[in-house]
Nanobody, 124 residues
């Protein structure tokens, strides 16, 4: 199993920044991703990173605003979120994937372990 513990959510004004962290422990994995889910909406892909080579993947709506990174020594993935908008309000989840196939990272079904989620609220 993989245990994932997220932190860093909170309330921020539009245009502000937050950094989410997700610490992983347990068995190894090939990639880590961030997803988000707003009330009444499906969980959607935000960003992912290949743990081995650091390749990154982003949803179009966060390109240029969010950055995913990793610290292999700490087994931690980060999501730096800048220029936040009210539409970014959601519960953010990190997840681990055993897949080494980059295009799979966009899809919920390719992740097998999930964190508990952290609330991000952006006020206008």
């Amino acid at each position: 199993q993989v245990q994932l513990v997220e932190s860093g959510g909170g309330l921020v004004q539009a245009g502000g920044s937050l950094r989410l962290s997700c610490a992983a422990s347990g068995r190894t994995f090939s990639a880590m991703g961030w997803f988000r889910q707003a009330p009444g909406k499906e969980r959607e892909f935000v960003a992912a990173i290949n743990w081995s080579d650091g390749s990154t993947y982003y949803a179009d709506f966060v390109k240029g605003r969010f950055t995913i990174s990793r610290d292999n020594a700490k087994n931690t993935v980060y999501l730096q979120m800048n220029s936040l908008k009210p539409g970014d309000t959601a519960v953010y989840y990190c997840a681990s994937s055993p897949s080494r196939y980059g295009p799979s990272y966009y899809f919920v079904n390719y992740y097998d372990y999930w964190g508990q989620g952290t609330q991000v609220t952006v006020s206008s």
